[in-house]
């Protein structure tokens, strides 16, 4: 997967990837077969033995001993070298040397997917850096380290790390990049709001094409604005960006997924909904909120429906979505329980009524409950200081 032109995706990134779809239960098994071979080639040609111990130890593949044996002798015979290199950077040249040095040891960890090893190596090669651009880029390298293993933990560290770098200085091209990476970082944990606005906000100046292409890129922000943005938002920074009018085409339902909702074309909307159901539930970062993403369109496209009516029946919605009666009926009964729709359902007359809460409404419920709350604190204070 090439990010076009401008820069291609980061190898480890691909090959994460494909060790999701190799272990996905959806997956087909002659699909399989060839992912094994691909995942096995990108370790033989970077000598990935550490990774590789840890999939055969897990079954994800069979372990060949010789090859594990001959991967842990180039890997040793390699660090060797560094090892020589960083020695002689000491002796005979100057810090900058001695930083490179050392930075060229942290990125062979990083190739032969070492997690450990490389964190401590970019640690050891940051007490040696002065530059907070340069800084910088060792932190983007943690956070590709980071993404490879799905350790958000990690991830947030190094994001809150970074603006502490930036209070410094820090130029813009390296803020925009992290831009993305924290929008990454808050849509795999769920935080579609911030992770819309954040890549909304870089559409104009990506320039990360280490962790995804430009296509993918745009995917994830129609994605994340879809259930994040008002309609009037919706059609300003995401239906007519001319930016995301360019990619729209190249991948998959998006077009129709994005335009059917806008043009209230439920019908078109669900069929695209389909598809992209598939592209979502094969994504690596997104997978694990599959169900959770599904539930938040349909609220998004229900809302969006019962907007136009103070009723309307039920044979008419499930028309307009062209899905059954009985579909509908228990799809809203559920989103009505949770909360999620303002309105009820009247099974003898077929008929949904809805019943918008107005925000003047809600302010005074809001504070009526608070105001019980603290009358309650009050009388079991009074209590105490009776006693």
């Known amino acids: ?76 015979e390699e660090l060797k ?98 831009k993305v990476y924290e929008g990454l970082y808050c849509m795999s944990t769920r ?44 059609k300003q920074k995401v239906v007519d960006a001319p930016e995301i009018l360019t990619v729209l085409g190249k991948i998959p339902f998006l077009s129709e997924f994005l335009n059917s909702l806008y043009e209230c074309q439920y019908k078109a909307f669900f069929s695209a909904f389909a598809g992209m159901a598939e592209q979502i539930k094969f994504d690596r970062y997104l997978n694990p909120h599959f169900r959770f993403y599904m539930r938040e369109v349909r609220t998004v496209v229900y809302s969006q429906f019962l907007e136009s009516y103070k009723s309307v029946t039920v044979d008419a919605m499930a028309n307009a979505f062209g899905v059954s009666v009985d579909f509908i009926d228990q799809e809203l009964s559920r989103f009505i329980a949770a909360g999620k729709l303002h309105c009820k359902i009247d099974k003898v007359a077929g008929v949904l009524e809805t019943n918008r809460p107005d925000a003047k409404n809600a302010l005074y419920q809001a504070t009526i409950k608070q105001g019980d709350f603290l009358l309650n604190r009050i009388q079991k204070l009074s209590r105490v200081i009776d006693l």
């Open 1 to 76: 997967m090439d990010g076009g032109a401008e820069g291609s995706q980061q190898p480890h990134l691909i090959l994460a990837h494909k060790l999701f779809l190799l272990t996905h239960p959806d997956v087909q098994d002659i699909e399989k077969v060839q992912l094994k071979s691909d995942v096995l080639d990108s370790i033989k040609s970077d000598g990935m033995a550490p990774l590789y111990e840890t999939l055969t130890a897990s079954s994800v593949l069979e372990l060949d001993q010789s090859l594990l044996d001959s991967m842990r002798a180039t890997n040793e």
């Open 81 to 178: 070298k560094l090892d020589e290199k960083i020695a002689d950077a000491e002796e005979n040249l100057g810090e900058s040397e001695v930083r490179e040095a050392h930075l060229a040891k942290a990125l062979y960890f990083v190739r032969i997917s070492d997690k450990e090893k490389a964190l401590e190596q970019l640690k050891l090669t940051e007490g040696k850096t002065v530059a907070v651009g340069q800084k910088m880029d060792l932190v983007f390298y943690t956070l590709q380290l980071a993404f490879f293993y799905m350790d958000f933990d990690l991830v947030s560290k190094s994001i809150d790390k970074a603006k502490k770098l930036f209070e410094e200085g820090g130029d813009w091209e390296r803020k925009n990049r992290l």
């Open 191 to 234: 935080n579609f709001k911030k992770a819309a606005s954040l890549f909304l906000d870089s559409i104009s100046t990506f320039t990360t094409y280490e962790i995804f292409p430009y296509e993918t890129f745009i995917f994830y922000t129609v994605l994340t604005s879809i259930i994040t943005l008002d309609r009037v938002s919706l």
